[in-house]
């Protein structure tokens, strides 16, 4: 993956629809709302394509919680996809495809739920590119740690050679979940397991890994229940880690520079190469319950910056449950966001643009149709010049 898009977990169940705008430099041009292009599932039973998007050049990979689809861009449009099933029926494959991950020739699917021969819950389908551009299955990941391992798959992130998978239920030898990231390495053949990645506190119910991100060998954690200072139950956390060679080192722990109780900073997770977004969708402002926010941080540093929130927020909207950054942009979505006050759900996003005085809202993007439950949002992804926004019950044609 050569852009960043937060890597979250899900365990909703989402149809989707995926929109398209493009725009100029992501440094200087304007943003346009107008739609360019709109992907739609090829078969009925990809009624929740774009649960989790990403992108690495000319390919686009939506997954679709039974499928996963693949697109190709050529003349700078969006062709037929192919679509990816199953390699074979197990059970717990409803959310098959919720996490996915392309980068090059490699494409990491995850089955969180999925039940797998050594007695573990979750894995990750490795597929590859032919020849030819169609993708072949090679191999399926599973947990180093099976007997400990129930979400294996949640959340996930590829970069060149180096995969990263999340258990944010994950138990360390015990009946309660903590959460766990397992690190991984293409060797040509297969990815050998690397290490494991933890919180500094391993508390119990942090859901550690229900997001991640990479780029250019640093990794940001997002541990979303994790308790702040007292008080502060569910206010979240996230965690950094830095790659040198085949080793990963923990450099810090961030949190929301005002700290919420329930907050759970970390819910979604995104970085670039000078910055790191980091969702609250639970936060509450101005109160209103469950608006959320986005956080803005600085890499060189990890120092927050700006947290940004709705001008007008809206009870359970949850503004940061996706986010997305690069160069001098941050994208969120707030998929429940209700227009007219009343619970639509019709959803939202938000683009912000960095200034000499700070980070400025660009472009408030809301779904073509309008139509209530398309929950416009769900998924995010600043890629290319292009917005690439999922709406999650979009009714498809």
């Not at 599932?41 to 390919?59: E, H, I, K, V, Y």
């Not at 169609?134 to 294996?152: I, K």
């Not at 722990?253 to 980091?278: C, K, N, W």
């Not at 993007?365 to 769900?378: C, I, M, W, Y």
């Amino acid at each position: 993956m050569t852009i960043a898009v937060a890597r979250r977990w899900c365990l909703f169940p989402f149809s989707l629809l995926a929109v398209l705008a493009s725009f100029g430099s992501p440094v200087r041009a304007q943003i346009p709302s107008e739609l360019q292009q709109q992907l739609f599932p090829t078969d009925s039973l990809g009624r929740q394509l774009g649960l989790d998007l990403d992108a690495d050049a000319d390919t686009l990979v939506g997954g679709g919680g039974s499928r996963v689809y693949v697109y190709a861009r050529a003349a700078g449009s969006w062709g037929d996809a192919q679509v990816i099933e199953p390699v074979s029926l197990v059970a717990g494959q409803n959310n098959w495809g919720c996490g996915v991950a392309v980068s090059g020739d490699l494409l990491a699917v995850g089955s969180q739920t999925e039940q797998n021969t050594n007695g573990g819950t979750g894995a990750v389908h490795i597929y590859q590119r032919q020849a030819g551009g169609n993708w072949a299955y090679q191999l399926t990941v599973v947990s180093p740690e099976p007997t400990d391992s129930t979400l294996f798959g949640a959340a996930l992130d590829l970069e060149g050679e180096h995969l990263v998978v999340s258990d944010p239920f994950h138990r360390f030898g015990g009946p309660f979940p903590q959460g766990a990231v397992f690190t991984f390495e293409w060797d040509g053949t297969e990815f050998k397991y690397q290490s494991k990645l933890d919180s500094t506190t391993e508390s119990l119910g942090d859901l550690f890994g229900a997001a991640v991100a990479l780029h250019d060998g640093w990794l940001v954690v997002g541990a979303p229940q994790e308790n702040g200072a007292p008080n502060l139950g569910d206010s979240g956390a996230a965690y950094v880690f830095q790659r040198t060679a085949a080793t990963w080192t923990p450099v810090t722990r961030i949190e929301a520079q005002i700290p919420q109780s329930g907050a759970q900073f970390g819910a979604a997770v995104a970085l670039a190469a000078e910055t790191a977004a980091i969702g609250s969708p639970a936060r509450t402002v101005n109160g209103q319950t469950l608006a959320g926010a986005l956080h803005v941080f600085a890499k060189k540093d990890w120092i927050e910056v700006a947290m940004l929130t709705s001008t007008d927020p809206i009870e359970q909207e949850q503004f940061g449950a996706s986010v997305s950054t690069s160069g001098n942009l941050v994208m969120a979505g707030r998929p429940n966001f209700s227009p007219t006050g009343i619970q639509t759900a019709r959803g939202g996003v938000r683009v912000y643009r960095r200034r000499h005085t700070g980070w400025q809202l660009a472009e408030d993007l809301a779904a073509p149709d309008g139509e209530n439950l398309d929950r416009f949002g769900r998924s995010v992804l600043i890629h290319d010049r292009q917005l690439i926004i999922g709406a999650a019950e979009d009714n498809v044609p």
